[in-house]
């Protein structure tokens, strides 16, 4: 087993030397506000347990030199990104530097042993390169709900044969270590509040547009999850008593109008009806419609894919005005793999719906912006998931 802290005030220090690199004895005394005696029983407890390291001295503050200390250069944490269509492995030191990167198209639809096997193999190869001498813990991230206490998910719509299977289980038994499991979203969320444009806001939402559609929400500072684990799943609010039939079974939800499926879909239709001349070319081409085709027949000033664009975002923009009057977030980011593909266009489509629905007071200083860490929030929100657990007192 991983060996973590024995108290509150370990794993502060710990937390301290992660996110702030190493320092001197004195500089987390006063950080903690504990006396140095108290400090240094800590300290050297840490040490005892493998967590940390002394690494040189501090210049002198007038008297003798204190010790420097940092997280133990051994500490390895696992991250994995479990997407429809692809999976993302991490692998990072204490202070969540990332050492090695796999990542490798797959279809969540081929069930979990099929991808758990794949996520295993891509550890396989970061440790056959040296980066990953022992796992001291792993997070993960999955494209559908999850009971995040039992860390399994639930009826997954777009992960047949998934629901109930014992994920992290499965994964502690193979690597032995700690395991974490949640939505990937919530798990975005995390990357950018740790490294992205939530760094300083304490309540926000975090919206993935992928193949579908869900929301990280953070309030004060911390993922909420709801009573039973499905808080955010936007994508499944109903914005039509008509429209497509949804994953899920029932129809005019968000994610049945927008979103990666929905919009290749869309796509296909309009390039079918010569509507999109440069869509009909590349399905001529190709033998099939991306989102890729969707933005670069947009940039190249297609109307078919300009009027996609704008329907979806004034879509996804009619249900975050909702949300942003009942939760009145500081900021949002929207992030996931269409807004990386279709960038500002989608995104002022997006502010221009929530700017006007919503009330003056809840928008008057709301950010809406793209995520900055684009397809690496999900890893490193996994890793500073894992890690938050491993460095916190029993």
């Not at 500089?27 to 006396?35: N, R």
């Not at 500490?75 to 479990?82: K, S, T």
């Not at 202070?95 to 081929?110: A, K, T």
Request: with cysteine; proline share 6%.
């Amino acid at each position: 087993m991983t060996t973590r802290p024995e108290n509150g005030h370990q794993a502060r220090l710990l937390a301290l030397l992660r996110d702030g690199g190493p320092r001197s004895r004195a500089e987390l005394g006063d950080l903690v506000h504990m006396s140095r005696s108290k400090v240094a029983v800590e300290l050297d407890r840490l040490t005892e347990l493998g967590l940390i390291e002394n690494a040189g001295l501090a210049a002198s503050r007038g008297g003798r030199r204190s010790g420097i200390v940092c997280l133990a250069p051994s500490l390895r944490f696992v991250g994995i990104d479990i997407g429809a269509t692809s999976i993302g492995v991490a692998v990072t030191d204490g202070e969540l530097n990332i050492l090695g990167r796999l990542s490798e198209p797959c279809d969540v639809r081929q069930g979990p042993d099929v991808v758990l096997g794949l996520a295993l193999s891509l550890v396989a190869k970061l440790r056959d390169q040296g980066l990953l001498p022992e796992v001291h813990g792993l997070g993960l991230g999955i494209p559908g709900p999850v009971s995040f206490r039992e860390g399994v998910p639930v009826v997954p719509p777009i992960m047949p044969g998934w629901d109930r299977y014992p994920v992290r289980e499965a994964l502690g038994r193979e690597l032995g270590c700690p395991v974490l499991v949640d939505n990937d979203v919530n798990i975005m969320a995390v990357g950018e509040q740790h490294a992205g444009s939530a760094r300083s806001v304490d309540d926000f939402l975090f919206v993935k547009i992928g193949t579908g559609i869900g929301c990280g929400i953070v309030v004060d500072g911390g993922v909420y999850r709801g009573a039973s684990g499905s808080a955010g799943d936007i994508g499944h609010i109903r914005v039509s008593a008509n429209g497509p039939t949804c994953a899920c079974g029932n129809i005019g939800c968000l994610e049945a109008f927008f979103g990666g499926a929905a919009l290749t879909r869309d796509a296909l239709a309009a390039a079918r009806s010569d509507a999109s001349p440069h869509l009909a070319a590349r399905l001529a081409e190709a033998g099939e419609l991306r989102v890729e085709d969707v933005a670069q027949a947009m940039m190249a000033g297609d109307a078919a894919a300009m009027r996609l664009v704008r329907a979806g975002g004034q879509r996804v923009g009619q249900v975050l005005a909702s949300l942003v009057s009942f939760f009145n977030p500081g900021l949002i980011v929207l992030g996931g793999s269409v807004p990386g593909l279709l960038g500002h266009p989608l995104l002022a489509e997006i502010r221009s719906v929530v700017y006007r629905q919503s009330l003056p007071l809840a928008t008057g200083n709301l950010p809406i912006v793209l995520s900055e860490l684009r397809d690496s929030a999900g890893i490193i929100g996994a890793t500073r998931f894992i890690s938050d657990h491993i460095f916190s007192a029993p």
